[in-house]
């Protein structure tokens, strides 16, 4: 309260400050002479170690992109050299308006189709090829950012194991990533795609009418 009053004391002086802090605060009040005897009072020993673990939290917030919660700080603390328990720190955090990134829900990157897929298992777990463009094996993964999350969809040969085909969105839509990545990887194809088998999970974003169009259209 005597760093607030501090703050604005010079826009609207504490007079105004005390009586709108009196009449809104529960349970007590500070008065102008109250103000006034807490700043002619030396600081205590807590409250100028309070200050100096403030602006040392404030420091590993701000080396951390301001991603840091209570638990990720109160470590740092510690690895700083701060003997302080986890309590004092989320106090002091909540005093100096600091706060780490909630973190979301884990995004879900198989989306069931609407209806069974009746397509045959052409691969059987058995993920083996003897050459080039025999076996093409498409997923999603995703990687969590500042910003949020992007997602990545790829496409692998298994003769190789070098990825063929990707893209990157932030969103799952069929046309914006799992089909770009499938016609890269086809763009890129050198040996021809005569015989290839292309293997995805049952996922809405690999059985949609999109692409199963592309992978009929190149007689995949």
């Not at 010079?10 to 009449?23: K, S």
């Not at 989320?90 to 995004?107: C, E, F, N, Q, T």
């Not at 076996?135 to 790829?154: E, M, N």
Request: proline content about 4%; charged content about 25%.
């Amino acid at each position: 309260m005597i760093a607030y009053i501090d703050e604005y004391r010079d826009r609207f002086e504490v007079e105004p400050i005390c009586r709108v802090l009196g009449a809104s605060l529960e349970g007590g009040f500070i008065t102008s002479r109250d103000y006034r005897l807490a700043k002619s009072r030396p600081a205590s020993a807590r409250s100028i170690r309070d200050r100096m673990l403030t602006d040392e939290l404030k420091t590993i917030h701000t080396r951390n992109y301001g991603v840091y919660g209570v638990r990720k700080m109160w470590h740092a603390a510690r690895r700083a050299g701060w003997n302080v328990g986890r309590d004092q720190v989320a106090r002091l955090m909540k005093i100096a308006g600091i706060s780490g990134v909630r973190r979301g829900r884990v995004p879900v990157t198989t989306r069931s189709a609407p209806a069974p897929d009746s397509r045959p298992d052409l691969v059987g777990r058995q993920f083996k090829a003897g050459r080039p463009n025999e076996l093409w094996v498409a997923d999603i993964t995703y990687v969590r950012t500042l910003s949020g999350f992007v997602y990545t969809a790829f496409v692998t040969d298994v003769f190789s194991r070098k990825i063929v085909g990707w893209a990157t969105r932030s969103s799952m839509t069929t046309g914006a990533l799992p089909l770009e990545a499938l016609e890269q990887a086809i763009m890129g194809a050198k040996e021809g795609l005569d015989g290839l088998v292309h293997h995805a999970d049952h996922g809405s974003q690999y059985t949609s009418i999109a692409y199963s169009d592309k992978l009929a259209d190149y007689g995949i």
